[in-house]
């Protein structure tokens, strides 16, 4: 699975103003709803469902929250570099200012897991993290998250 094969230019944004963990819940909620029109009430649900069961935050100020959705035929993703880092509940109890959110059909079992792992091997790439945080547009950010995937 590939990066490009998740998400589209019009699903990532850029210095994304938030105030806590649960306005950056609903704004990727509402982006999911805008770019996939996936439910918004539904896919914030299912997100805060998920964080019940613990935190999505990966550490070094990066979270995935994820969550499945019936109804939808593959996994979306929406990414965010927000403006200024929230607290995410996160493993190394840092703030979170990078974010990947993934949504994937009710029934995907090994197609959620890649597009986790697609996701998450990025985002534990320093490199591609350090060029995120000074990034300045969606273009740029979808660039970073492509190299960083392979697909030149």
């Given at each position: 699975m590939k990066i490009t094969d998740l998400i589209q230019l019009e699903s990532i944004k850029a210095?994304?103003?938030?105030?806590?963990?649960?306005?950056?819940?609903?704004?990727?909620?509402?982006?999911?709803?805008?770019?996939?029109?996936?439910?918004?009430?539904?896919?914030?649900?299912?997100?805060?469902?998920r964080?019940?069961?613990g935190a999505t935050g990966i550490g070094n100020g990066v979270a995935i929250p994820h969550g499945k959705i019936s109804g939808i035929g593959k996994p979306y993703g929406v990414f965010a570099k927000l403006k200024k880092a929230v607290d995410f509940d996160s493993t190394d109890d840092k703030p979170v200012d990078l974010v990947f959110l993934l949504l994937a059909p009710e029934t995907a079992g090994a197609d959620h897991l890649k597009a986790l792992a697609c996701v998450s091997k990025i985002l534990r790439n320093s490199d591609a993290v350090k060029k995120l945080r000074s990034s300045v547009s969606e273009e740029e950010i979808l660039r970073i998250l492509t190299e960083a995937d392979g697909n030149n």
């Amino acid at each position: 699975m590939k990066i490009t094969d998740l998400i589209q230019l019009e699903s990532i944004k850029a210095d994304l103003e938030v105030t806590s963990k649960k306005s950056l819940l609903q704004e990727l909620s509402t982006v999911a709803f805008n770019n996939y029109k996936i439910d918004e009430s539904t896919v914030f649900d299912a997100l805060l469902e998920r964080e019940r069961l613990g935190a999505t935050g990966i550490g070094n100020g990066v979270a995935i929250p994820h969550g499945k959705i019936s109804g939808i035929g593959k996994p979306y993703g929406v990414f965010a570099k927000l403006k200024k880092a929230v607290d995410f509940d996160s493993t190394d109890d840092k703030p979170v200012d990078l974010v990947f959110l993934l949504l994937a059909p009710e029934t995907a079992g090994a197609d959620h897991l890649k597009a986790l792992a697609c996701v998450s091997k990025i985002l534990r790439n320093s490199d591609a993290v350090k060029k995120l945080r000074s990034s300045v547009s969606e273009e740029e950010i979808l660039r970073i998250l492509t190299e960083a995937d392979g697909n030149n």
